[in-house]
């Protein structure tokens, strides 16, 4: 008798200590973007959710929010400042009110090719980015950086190969003043609007045109309502992967170690995986324009490209009171 009540005692201390353990709701770390999964954004948001929900499974899970489900644009700093989510990951673009030195990734023409961008990054001028958000107090801690690609030019007025078919062209920028800056100096217009309302700003002809990255503009079809597209590879949309401070702060050491090493981790693949949806995606473009007929897509000669390239030239020297002249020659300067 005594035997099965200390076997009933123990049973009873089991389910009283293990079962809620077992039920304890995992903690949520909301993650909210702007594009669709199948871009590498939306490709890296849902590999570091899979990652860390596997490793800290019943601690902490990574819910990933797509297409402005939560937030817009630059409302999704405000929410990640406020405490409302945990992570986002806008493009430099829409850190003009919070760090507008991230302007220097919007620079035209400014990055030759993906790697300078990583060498930009993962060198000093990256450190000294990381120290602004800490300076800042914006109760933002940077992660590390993610990769879309380069943007290409869109109208529904004419074929853009010089810059004088830029002139009175209304362009949906970001809301960066020097993507701003850059349409001027062409002789168009940037309007600056959420990504979200871009596709039903061309359809309606709120505007003529838009820069963007073959993934968002095959995912969102903006090609559908667009009549030309050139390949200018002009500007580099890459993103800065935030999380709350206080956030972070109050995470367990070993937890922030996990979530460290596997954003180390998703941001190597994310590198190679922005490269081959571009590629994919833009194929896909020039697919839709020959089967459809709708669409027809330009490439840039050498020489366009230097005639842009020189009317653009001018933006490069506009900012040096946000962006650092010092990192725009650093970055000229790379090899
Ligand atoms: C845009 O607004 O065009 C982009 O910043 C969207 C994105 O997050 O890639």
Known sequence: MKRFFFVLCVMVLCMVMVVPAAMAKAKKIRFSHVVSVNTPKGWAANEFANRVNKALEGRYKVVVFPNAQLYGDNQAIEALSAGFIEMAAPSSAKFIGSIPALQLFDMPFLFPRIQTVHKTVDGSIGDEIRAMFKERGLGIKLMTFWDNAFKQFSSNVRPLLKPADFKGVKFRIMSSDVLEAQMAGLGGVGLKL???????ALEQGVVDGQENTASN???????????????????YLGYAVIMNQKFWDKLPPDVQATINKIMMEVTALERQKAIELDKEQGALIRDYAKKGGKLQIFDLTPEQTAELQKAMKPVHDKF?????PRWVEAVKAMK
């Open 320 to 324: 040096s009171d946000t962006v650092p």
């Open 217 to 235: 503009i095959y995912t969102k079809k903006f090609h559908e309502v667009q009549k030309y597209l050139t390949f200018s590879n002009h500007g």
């Open 194 to 200: 959420p990504f979200a309302e871009v596709y039903n």
